[in-house]
């Protein structure tokens, strides 16, 4: 509710008087050019900073009546510059969730995100240590980083699942299929796409579209394409990409 943030020790408002409200068990995307803001609203989410004027509640209580603890039990969040830890690779994944030890749950987490093939190179299986630390550590490509970065995001099954643009790397094909496959195994949760490109956005139930610190348009694909406005403009731009 009319929440304002600047980052500290500057004097530009990266949002400026921002409200709108999510509901449980929804896809949302979050769109937007580089630096408008998209990022900075789901540090403020997950508790990263608390020198924001205005009020962010969730289910009713302010964010700072939250413990850190409670906030980290509620999202998971997957970066663009996510993680990449030189440990075996099963507990690349349980690290998603540490108060568990779920090999089932684990399988299940590789399995929906196509890891499976992955797994099968490895020399000694999940058990495989990746990186370049231990002598037989092994690496893999930007992709398979990233989609044990997910898996992980899986692993930890808490409510709210945000994916902040982890695939900027890919071409725009590729990112769209793996937010795809996402938002598949993510039905009847709640979670929330950050991105500049509209591929993953198509999929949303609902889009916010962010210009100048605020919500500019908000709507799903087809009524921000009736409005003729900026997220309209924006994929005008980008269709090419998606479409043959």
């Given at each position: 509710?009319?929440?304002?943030?600047?980052?500290?020790?500057?004097?530009?408002?990266?949002?400026?008087?921002?409200?709108?409200?999510?509901?449980?068990?929804?896809?949302?995307?979050?769109?937007?050019?580089?630096?408008?803001?998209?990022?900075?609203?789901?540090k403020?989410?997950?508790?990263?900073?608390?020198?924001?004027?205005g009020?962010?509640?969730?289910?009713g209580?302010?964010?700072?009546?939250?413990?850190?603890?409670?906030?980290?039990?509620?999202?998971?969040?997957?970066?663009?510059?996510?993680?990449?830890?030189?440990?075996?690779?099963?507990?690349?994944?349980?690290l998603?969730?540490v108060?568990?030890?779920?090999?089932?749950?684990?399988?299940?987490?590789?399995?929906?995100?196509?890891?499976?093939?992955?797994?099968?190179?490895?020399?000694?299986?999940?058990?495989?240590?990746?990186?370049?630390?231990?002598?037989?550590?092994?690496?893999?490509?930007?992709?398979?980083?990233?989609?044990?970065?997910?898996?992980?995001?899986?692993?930890?099954g808490?409510?709210?699942?945000?994916?902040?643009?982890?695939?900027?790397?890919?071409?725009?094909?590729?990112?769209?299929?793996?937010?795809?496959?996402?938002?598949?195994?993510?039905?009847?949760?709640?979670?929330?796409?950050?991105?500049?490109?509209?591929?993953?956005?198509?999929?949303?139930?609902?889009?916010?579209?962010?210009?100048?610190?605020?919500?500019?348009?908000?709507?799903?694909?087809?009524?921000?394409?009736?409005?003729?406005?900026?997220?309209?403009?924006?994929?005008?731009?980008?269709?090419?990409?998606?479409?043959?």
């Amino acid at each position: 509710k009319n929440v304002s943030f600047k980052y500290p020790g500057t004097d530009r408002y990266i949002l400026k008087n921002c409200s709108f409200k999510l509901k449980a068990n929804l896809h949302y995307a979050f769109v937007g050019v580089n630096g408008a803001g998209k990022t900075t609203i789901t540090k403020l989410l997950t508790g990263m900073y608390d020198d924001y004027e205005g009020d962010i509640l969730i289910n009713g209580k302010n964010i700072k009546d939250y413990k850190l603890s409670e906030l980290k039990g509620i999202f998971s969040v997957v970066y663009q510059d996510f993680a990449k830890y030189s440990i075996p690779f099963k507990d690349n994944i349980k690290l998603g969730n540490v108060l568990i030890d779920d090999d089932d749950r684990m399988n299940n987490a590789i399995d929906v995100i196509n890891l499976q093939e992955t797994v099968g190179k490895l020399p000694d299986g999940v058990n495989t240590w990746l990186g370049k630390i231990k002598e037989k550590g092994v690496d893999m490509s930007g992709g398979e980083w990233q989609r044990l970065a997910i898996a992980r995001n899986l692993y930890s099954g808490r409510p709210v699942s945000i994916l902040d643009e982890p695939t900027a790397a890919l071409d725009p094909v590729a990112e769209s299929n793996i937010y795809e496959m996402f938002g598949r195994i993510s039905a009847g949760k709640s979670t929330i796409f950050i991105t500049h490109r509209l591929g993953a956005a198509r999929l949303a139930d609902e889009i916010l579209v962010i210009d100048n610190g605020l919500i500019a348009e908000q709507g799903n694909h087809q009524h921000l394409l009736n409005l003729g406005g900026i997220y309209a403009r924006m994929y005008e731009s980008q269709k090419g990409w998606y479409e043959a």
